[in-house]
């Protein structure tokens, strides 16, 4: 057998997509008569599952903390089923575990997907590249304000949540009792002070407006999200000047 | 191409002692970090292993390589491990003798290749590519395994010993492997020390397991076995005075339940051959 022809079989094995019962494994294997082959290979069965069941559940502790021991095993052994790990980083398995359970959704916690999505970005926030962040007065050199454009902290993100993602966040981190899952959209910022990492839920406006900044929009066009406000330049303008206070911006570039 | 360097005795670093590693210097002599745990760019891990650097040295240790593949080696991967390299200045890089990735598809495990001439060309070559790449010497762990192949026509320190001659590599000697491996594939632990050419030989692992009744699990989640350290006696004899890192990576304990284990391998140490010189700090 090939070295290629021996790792092609161990991975089926190990993965459970061949059974231990497999014709060629007593011809690849040795076992003993204290412990046959295929017993050999279950435990890289059993530590394979368990690894990545561990992965998962370092990244979604609340999720996992949320659905209990069987059921987020459950989850996520049929989720590693369909997405097995395609990166050398175990921390990136969960990447699509978001994807998978708005296409595999919980019947009666339809918020689950946005709890992870939470969860996951929280996650690529810790790892961001840090760097460093401007105050207001980087406006000053800008010329022309509507047409400045703002380059964001290697650490900002902002999601666009169907539920209240946070606020269940919220209860399963201080213990608090879980409410019924509210379908309320909700854009999310990410951010990270020093090594900590902080989210929380925006205006709609202001979350268009962030998204618009992340997209590398003029000010002019940011600004313009916040246009159905009763004094629109006083909501930018007010929303703009946090984002500076909060260290979300990295610099301002003139316009062209 | 590979040279042992004098570092003493030292533990991995994990995240659970962090805070400590922030606030002090701990008493131990160098530390070991799981190399794919510090490839992020930016936050809490990286800053912690640059201040740490600062105050001892760092061996980056690789449990993602996957040496053995048949795959291609992961261009992503060595740019990581380049760019971590450049940044850590670590005083050794290692990895271990396995595959862990088949068609694309990576199983996080230490999986066991066959010993076969085939494997020995295919390793040495990826070994060569890798040294090249980051413009040193690689140490290659021997995996603890639960089964070997029939195809195989060579014993694991021989292997090992070949791929050595043949790229310059160096040995990272888990001593708790050979003990695990030896148990469960039915060879004799000694045997696998004698068959090790000493300069080979970069520093040692030691770690705990745990006893599964019909084989042992290399778990790292408690204090060394004893027969894991009459081994590291019989290593010290062969080997000399060889560099010992404490691996203990699951219910790990406070930081003075590390830092005691590895005291104890210093003391074995000093048992066997003599207390150590002075090191500068």
């Known amino acids: ?256 | 191409m590979f040279q042992r360097l004098d570092l003493g005795h030292g533990i991995g670093l994990r995240t659970q002692h962090f805070a400590r590693f922030l606030a002090e210097r701990p008493p131990v002599d160098w530390v070991e970090a799981v190399t794919e745990n510090f490839m992020a760019d930016g936050g809490r891990p990286i800053a912690v292993l640059e201040k740490v650097r600062r105050d001892m040295p760092v061996v980056l240790h690789g449990v993602s390589l996957s040496i053995g593949s048949v795959d291609p080696i992961s261009v992503e991967y060595l740019d990581d491990l380049e760019r971590l390299v450049r940044r850590i200045e670590p005083a050794l890089v290692s990895d271990h003798l396995c595959w862990g990735s088949h068609r694309g598809q990576y199983l996080h495990d230490l999986l066991p290749l066959p010993y076969t001439e085939e494997a020995l060309d295919h390793v040495a070559g990826r070994v060569s590519t890798v040294q090249e790449r980051i413009g040193r010497a690689l140490l290659l762990e021997n995996p603890s395994a639960y089964v070997s192949f029939r195809d195989s026509t060579m014993t694991e320190w021989e292997f090992l010993s070949a791929l050595c001659r043949r790229t310059g590599c160096g040995i990272l000697l888990d001593v708790n492997n050979v003990h695990v491996s030896a148990r469960n594939l039915g060879f004799d632990p000694v045997a696998y020390l004698d068959g090790i050419d000493p300069e080979h030989v970069g520093y040692f692992h030691l770690a705990g397991h745990g006893d599964r009744g019909r084989y042992l699990l290399d778990t790292h989640d408690g204090v060394v076995a004893a027969a894991v350290w009459d081994l590291y006696r019989e290593a010290l004899r062969r080997f000399g005075r060889v560099p010992s890192l404490l691996e203990w990576d699951d219910r790990i304990p406070p930081l003075e339940e590390v830092v005691a284990e590895s005291l104890r391998a210093a003391a074995i140490e000093a048992e066997e051959l003599g207390p150590a010189l002075r090191r500068a700090s």
Not at chain 1, 50 to 68: I, K, N, Q, S
Not at chain 1, 137 to 158: I, K, Y
Not at chain 1, 165 to 181: M, T
Not at chain 1, 218 to 232: E, V, W, Y
């Open chain 1, 1 to 256: 057998m090939t070295l290629a022809e021996t790792q092609e079989l161990f991975r089926g094995l190990v993965t459970g997509e061949l059974p231990l019962e497999d014709d060629r494994l007593a011809g690849c294997f040795r076992g003993s008569g204290e412990l046959p082959a295929p017993e050999r290979l279950a435990i890289y069965r059993s530590m394979y599952a368990a690894r990545l069941v561990d992965g998962l559940r370092e990244t979604f502790p609340a999720l996992a903390g949320f659905l209990g021991e069987e059921r987020f095993e459950a989850l996520a052994r049929d989720y590693v089923a369909a997405h097995p790990s395609e990166h050398h980083d175990v921390g990136r398995i969960g990447r699509l575990l978001p994807a998978f359970l708005r296409t595999h959704p919980d019947p009666d916690r339809p918020d689950l997907a946005d709890l992870a999505e939470l969860e996951w970005t929280r996650n690529e926030v810790f790892f961001a590249p840090d760097g460093p962040v401007v105050g207001p007065e980087a406006l000053a050199g800008a010329g022309d304000v509507a047409a400045a454009r703002l380059r964001m902290a290697g650490s900002l993100r902002v999601a666009s949540l169907a539920h209240d993602a946070a606020a269940l966040w919220r209860c399963l981190e201080s213990g608090a009792p879980v409410d019924p899952p509210a379908a309320v959209p909700t854009p999310v910022a990410f951010w990270r002070r020093g090594f900590d990492v902080l989210h929380c839920p925006l205006p709609r406006e202001e979350g268009e407006a962030l998204r618009a900044a992340l997209h590398g929009e003029p000010l002019g066009s940011i600004c313009a999200a916040f246009g159905d406000r009763p004094d629109p330049a006083a909501a930018a303008h007010a929303a703009i000047s946090s984002w500076f206070l909060e260290g979300w911006v990295a610099a301002v570039r003139a316009g062209a």
